[in-house]
């Protein structure tokens, strides 16, 4: 249980990093060899301006200072804490090997669309260096109440309703820093705390910016290209509507196979039979795409609709990129 609770608060740092990673790239021309991919998004040089590329340096160094905040908010609480190496910790947001590209038909061919095929991937091989606690001495001292209320100033204080749910039922829990120990404080003040995107003087362009792929799911381009693909699909005996049908299709899968209560571990004669059926599909979806020209359509409906909203709101993205700057001069 514990080993979850410290893979989901390193998850949770490796996501924030790669999410705003994904947002980097070179401008909105086609690349060298005319083909158009997700980094000649319009938005990506505003959010490349607003610190939203980083690379593997800067990472390390957030994570670095994520740690320092941990031990000193652990020493507050009464315990001795040692940082983990930074390095360890990010060099697997970085380190895909020889993997193919996510968007390629030979992604789809070998990993389909990695939901249950995450753990063929390069980067988690173990390939590198055996990561080791280094607070895994001082916990062997403690007696179990004492690990238990080390654990609770780490992480927060773990809770989870006996009462069965349903989709009907479920209520959603909003995740809150002030609730998950250091680790959420730490992540608060180092990934979120003083964000750009989070200044209320720009609510209303982030709002916008939100909602401006709904405009592009609407998009009548939008539609037309997917279409095409559905028709090719379903010459394969498919019926989505569109790719991200297509692909939550097998990550609703994966949820329905049950966990183990002890181990957290899922059957995995059920996970090989999906597999199969995951990679069937993502391959045939990439393929469709490909020979519809769905994909490079889709594109260029989402970059377009995202320089409407840029000649729309010109003043106030060089405002918040302005603004950006000035905050990281002091």
């Known amino acids: 249980m514990r080993s979850t609770r410290t893979t989901t608060a390193l998850a949770a740092a490796a996501v924030a990093v790669t999410l705003l990673a994904g947002c980097s790239g070179g401008g909105s021309d086609p690349t060298d060899d005319g083909t158009l991919t997700y980094e000649d998004s319009p938005l990506s040089v505003y959010w490349e301006k607003v610190g939203g590329s980083q690379d593997a340096s800067d990472a390390e160094a957030q994570q670095a200072r994520s740690e320092e905040i941990v031990a000193a908010c652990m020493q507050d609480e009464g315990f001795e804490y040692t940082p983990q190496d930074a390095s360890v910790m990010t060099e697997s947001i970085e380190d895909e090997g020889d993997m193919p590209a996510w968007d390629s038909l030979e992604f789809a061919e070998q990993y389909g669309y990695g939901a249950t095929t995450y753990s063929e991937m390069p980067m988690n091989q173990g390939g590198g260096e055996e990561?080791?606690?280094?607070?895994?001495?001082?916990?062997?001292?403690?007696?179990?109440?004492?690990?238990?209320?080390?654990?609770?100033?780490?992480?927060?204080?773990?809770?989870?309703?006996?009462?069965?749910?349903?989709?009907?039922?479920?209520?959603?829990?909003?995740?809150?820093?002030?609730?998950?120990?250091?680790?959420?404080?730490?992540?608060?003040?180092?990934?979120?705390?003083?964000?750009?995107?989070?200044?209320?003087?720009?609510?209303?362009l982030m709002e916008g910016m939100s909602e401006l792929y709904t405009d592009v799911e609407k998009d009548e381009r939008t539609i037309a290209a997917y279409r095409e693909w559905a028709e090719c699909m379903a010459e394969?005996?498919?019926?989505?509507?569109?790719?991200?049908?297509?692909?939550?299709?097998?990550?609703?899968?994966?949820?329905?196979?049950?966990?183990?209560?002890?181990?957290?571990?899922?059957?995995?004669?059920?996970?090989?039979?999906?597999?199969?059926?995951?990679?069937?599909?993502?391959?045939?979806?990439r393929t469709c795409q490909t020979s519809t020209g769905s994909a490079r359509a889709a594109l260029e409906a989402q970059f377009a609709v995202e320089q409407d909203f840029i000649d729309a709101h010109k003043d106030e993205l060089d405002a918040m990129v302005e603004k950006a700057a000035q905050a990281d001069k002091t």
């Open 131 to 204: 990561w080791v606690d280094p607070n895994a001495d001082y916990l062997a001292t403690m007696s179990e109440g004492e690990q238990q209320a080390f654990y609770e100033a780490l992480y927060g204080k773990q809770t989870m309703s006996e009462e069965p749910t349903d989709d009907e039922t479920a209520v959603e829990q909003e995740y809150d820093w002030t609730t998950a120990g250091c680790q959420g404080k730490a992540q608060h003040e180092v990934y979120e705390e003083g964000q750009i995107y989070d200044d209320p003087e720009f609510k209303d």
């Open 236 to 285: 394969d005996g498919y019926d989505f509507a569109n790719p991200q049908e297509a692909q939550n299709s097998i990550y609703e899968a994966v949820n329905e196979i049950p966990y183990d209560e002890e181990d957290g571990s899922q059957d995995p004669a059920a996970l090989a039979e999906l597999r199969d059926e995951e990679i069937a599909t993502a391959t045939a979806d």
